[in-house]
């Protein structure tokens, strides 16, 4: 129990660390005056004009998502090959036709009919 909590923790500490990582490389590629507002609203928990605030959010907000996403589908690749390494390749899936899902919800429409006669 206490291993896995020692665990729980470190990778809470990992992810906190890999966020203030992401915020630092996103303030690098600001402007100074911007990245000034952003560590004063964020790092300094100061009180920032919030018209200011969102004007600067508003302003790098296509940088900040791009920089989210690519972050995001790096993530999911490193999932996706650990879970390969672990179950294998995914199970195909069968595609089921409009018609065969009808048939189905009928068919639990009537066992629920059923049940509560």
């Known amino acids: 129990m206490i ?3 020692k665990e729980n923790r470190k ?4 992810r906190l660390e890999n966020a203030y990582e992401r915020f ?3 303030l690098d590629s600001l402007p100074p005056q911007d990245v000034e ?3 004063q609203y964020f790092k ?7 018209e ?4 600067v959010v508003k302003k790098h907000l296509k ?11 790096a993530a999911e690749q490193r999932s996706k090959v650990i879970s390969a390494a672990i179950e294998g390749p995914a199970p195909k899936v069968k595609s ?11 068919r639990a429409v009537k066992q629920l009919n059923k049940l509560f006669k």
Do not use: C, P
């Not at 990778?11 to 990992?14: A, G, K, L, T, V």
């Not at 300094?44 to 919030?50: F, G, L, M, T």
């Not at 200011?52 to 004007?55: K, P, Q, T, V």
């Open 44 to 50: 300094e928990r100061k009180k920032v004009d919030y």
């Open 63 to 73: 940088f900040i998502e791009a920089y989210y996403d690519t972050d995001t589908e």
């Open 3 to 5: 291993i896995a909590e």
């Open 96 to 106: 089921i036709t409009v018609q065969q899902l009808e048939k189905n919800m009928n």
């Open 52 to 55: 200011l605030l969102r004007g």
């Open 11 to 14: 990778r809470q500490i990992d």
């Open 37 to 39: 507002v952003l560590q």
């Open 24 to 26: 630092r490389s996103i």
